[in-house]
């Protein structure tokens, strides 16, 4: 606020800078979802489960993905 | 081409030379003919392009460097310019001293992306190249290949992969997060990077289209809408301007990405 | 007796309802992190992991949503 010199935008540990770290963030979220949504839907193809094991897999990607994001990019 | 069109009643009808489609189909304005009548079907415009892309970077930089001066002269100090900026804002910034060997790719990776998407602006050209996913898609393949290869150069082919693909957790949720890693590491980054190149290029072009050949239609449809199509046309002028700012973003977005992936790669924890 | 009825696609009605949280959620979690790092600068890279974390469960949610969608869609 009082003249701050160095508005400069954080600079993180790992290389990535602002964009790349919230496509980061988007990616790890897709891809949990997706990989194991899917997962999940071979799951319910093999044991005729209807679609309960795509949902599960879905929400067990998704929180494996919020787990790999709070990792990667949370305070270290 | 045809002329204005007269049908022997006074209702004023304006047509633009080529007999605007309205709304524009991708047929029409993205697949374009072969410039040879007959043969060589893959010889259009975009091809043409292309190449003149290719041959305005070379001549450009070597004229640039012709007789260099400890003092440089304007035109080696712009492409100086050019070239230290991405030398040392993305390559140097980003991956640090052994990032700089990749500095001259990257120049000319920008360089090229800068102005084939800027044609996508200049009068008479007015498409990209990028708004066909095949270039996009090669090039990011190039990217891809290069932040594996230069981690398997660094550490070993298995040492990379375990690297890469097994995140700092306890043992035993491995087995979750490993499949995680591998679609987004492997799969999510080379088709993320085509594709926002690609998305970006076209649907610019397509938001000009819309916004140019709608200013027709309207002009067309009834004399009551004329004063909305000049809104339309007015649209269409800021709608160039945002996109060439989008044109330079992309280029940078793209270079600025395959120089974190190297990092990436090269990067000695985890 | 039917009160009301509605045909078609319900599924993308749900999906649409679906949005509104995550998209609010979202602008909340940002507009703080602009808000607090417009007060006090130097605080920006402390808060910035947070960031992160915030919009990463909130996103999940909004995500969910659209895989959902072809999960039921499926069946």
């Known amino acids: 606020m009082a003249g701050d010199p160095s508005a400069q935008p954080p600079d993180p540990g790992d290389g990535l800078a602002g964009a790349g770290q919230g496509w980061l963030a988007v990616g790890y979220l897709i891809s949990g979802i997706v990989v194991w949504g899917f997962i999940g839907r071979l799951v319910d193809q093999w044991f005729e489960t209807g679609g309960a094991g795509a949902g599960i897999g879905s929400v067990v990607g998704a929180a494996a993905g919020v787990y790999l994001i709070a990792r990667r990019l949370g305070a270290a | 081409m045809r002329g204005p069109t007269t049908d022997g009643l006074a209702s004023g009808r304006v047509s633009a030379a080529q007999e605007p ?227 330079v973003l992309q280029a940078y977005i793209f270079v600025i990405l395959t120089a974190s992936y190297v990092q990436g790669a090269l990067a000695e924890e985890h | 007796m039917d009160l009301a009825q509605i045909t078609g696609e319900v599924g993308a009605i749900g999906y649409g309802l679906a949005a509104i949280g995550p998209g609010i959620g979202v602008g909340i979690i940002f507009a703080a992190y602009i808000q607090s790092t417009a007060r006090q600068p130097e605080s920006a890279r402390m808060t910035q992991p947070f960031l992160w974390i915030g919009f990463a469960v909130v996103e999940a949610l909004a995500l969910l949503g659209i895989a959902f969608g072809f999960v039921f869609a499926g069946d």
């Open chain 2, 21 to 247: 489609h309205f709304p524009p189909e991708v047929e029409e304005n993205f697949f374009l003919p072969g410039l040879v009548e007959g043969s060589f079907p893959w010889l259009t415009k975009i091809t043409l392009l292309v190449w003149l892309a290719v041959g305005l970077l070379i001549v450009y930089f070597l004229w640039a460097y012709r007789r260099p001066q400890l003092v440089p002269t304007k035109r080696q100090w712009m492409a100086e310019s050019l070239y230290g900026f991405v030398r040392n804002r993305m390559a140097g910034d980003l991956i640090g001293h052994e990032g700089l060997r990749f500095a001259p790719y990257f120049t000319t990776l920008f360089c090229f992306l800068l102005l084939t998407n800027l044609f996508s602006i200049i009068p008479g050209i007015q498409i990209s190249p990028n708004s066909h996913i095949a270039f996009p898609i090669v090039l990011a393949v190039i990217s891809y290949v290069l932040f594996i290869w230069v981690g398997v150069r660094r550490h070993g082919f298995l040492a990379y992969f375990k690297q890469a693909l097994l995140p700092p957790a306890p043992w035993f949720i491995l087995p979750i997060l490993m499949p995680i890693e591998l679609f987004s590491t492997f799969i999510v980054r080379p088709v993320t990077l085509a594709l926002r190149l690609f998305a970006n290029m076209f649907a610019g072009h397509m938001i000009l289209l819309v916004f140019t050949l709608g200013g027709f239609a309207m002009l067309n449809a009834t004399a009551l809408l004329a004063p909305v199509s000049v809104v339309s046309w007015l649209l269409t002028i800021a709608l160039t301007l945002l996109e060439a700012l989008i044109a």
